[in-house]
């Protein structure tokens, strides 16, 4: 580990090379309906892999300006890759591009970062002012996926393992000085301990959506003396409520994990009407059931 980060020859071929290969391969996930919602499309949402990208990039540079400019360099190629991978899948086409303008303005920031970064490689105690926000930024993306895998479990619990080993690598591996490493592995594990707490005591995810309207697509007629109800209670809470803007009743639900259910829909005089479900993390799909005998 300790080579990764100060001890490889990390020459200007091997820059494109790795920008190229990180770009494909995030493109590919971005795509890839199989990795939706799971902790290998991340890479292709959030910043924890590009921050430890730009961190070996910055870690065996051989300047501040090399570091800076293999970083903006790095990252120019890398992330329009991204979209490019992307254009002939897309229904926008090259209007996918729209996209990437928050990623360019972000790329134009790696150059001052890897010129500042590149002090980490001093070994001394001010370093931690640089490093500690770069872990703190990362804890924020462990909180995030921590209160995803806790909601809808396993969703992104790669991603949360991820984000807690790079923050504890980080403070093992950037400095050579044993007391400053003392320190900062403290620092790591506060601030570990502190997202988990925060992420804990917010509670946890609820995918709201409406499934059904009164007289829409799939026949559905009911009001509020219906009852409406998930099969696996596990699932979340349904509620039959009158929505003014379609003059209408709707079911609405707060689902709590993913997977496959069904919808029950009870008239006053017991009858039932049930609905095959099946939960992802932004999405459903409903369709009526075949079998409804319950």
């Not at 921590?146 to 909601?151: G, Q, V």
């Amino acid at each position: 580990m300790r080579k990764l980060f100060g001890e490889l020859n990390l020459t200007w071929p091997k820059v494109i090379i790795f920008a190229i290969i990180a770009g494909l391969y995030t493109g590919f996930m971005a795509y890839l309906p199989q990795a939706r919602d799971t902790s290998f499309a991340d890479i292709s949402i959030t910043f924890e892999w590009w921050v430890l990208f730009g961190t070996i990039i910055i870690m065996n540079s051989k300047s501040n300006l090399d570091s800076g400019l293999k970083c903006i360099v790095f990252f120019l190629i890398s992330q329009p890759l991204v979209y490019l991978v992307q254009v002939p899948f897309s229904a926008l086409g090259w209007g996918i591009f729209q996209y990437y303008r928050n990623w360019f303005i972000w790329t134009l920031l790696t150059f001052p970062i890897g010129f500042i970064g590149y002090y980490l490689r001093k070994d001394k105690w001010w370093g931690l002012f640089i490093l500690v926000p770069v872990m703190l930024f990362v804890g924020f993306h462990y909180s995030g996926f921590l209160r995803e895998t806790i909601s809808f479990f396993p969703n992104h619990l790669l991603s949360t393992v991820f984000c807690a080993a790079t923050i504890i690598i980080y403070s093992l591996f950037i400095f050579k000085d044993k007391k400053i490493i003392k320190v900062c592995f403290i620092i790591a594990l506060c601030i570990l301990v502190a997202m988990t707490g925060l992420t804990l005591f917010s509670g946890s995810e609820i995918y709201n959506t409406t499934l059904l309207i009164d007289g829409g697509e799939l026949d559905a007629h009911f009001d509020d003396t219906y009852t409406a109800y998930l099969e696996d209670e596990s699932f979340g809470q349904c509620d039959i409520v009158y929505e003014d803007g379609i003059e209408g009743y709707m079911v609405n639900v707060g689902f709590r994990k993913t997977g496959h259910t069904r919808l029950i829909l009870e008239a006053p005089d017991g009858t039932k009407q049930y609905f095959d479900l099946e939960v992802e993390r932004h999405s459903y799909e409903i369709t009526e059931s075949t079998e409804n005998d319950g």
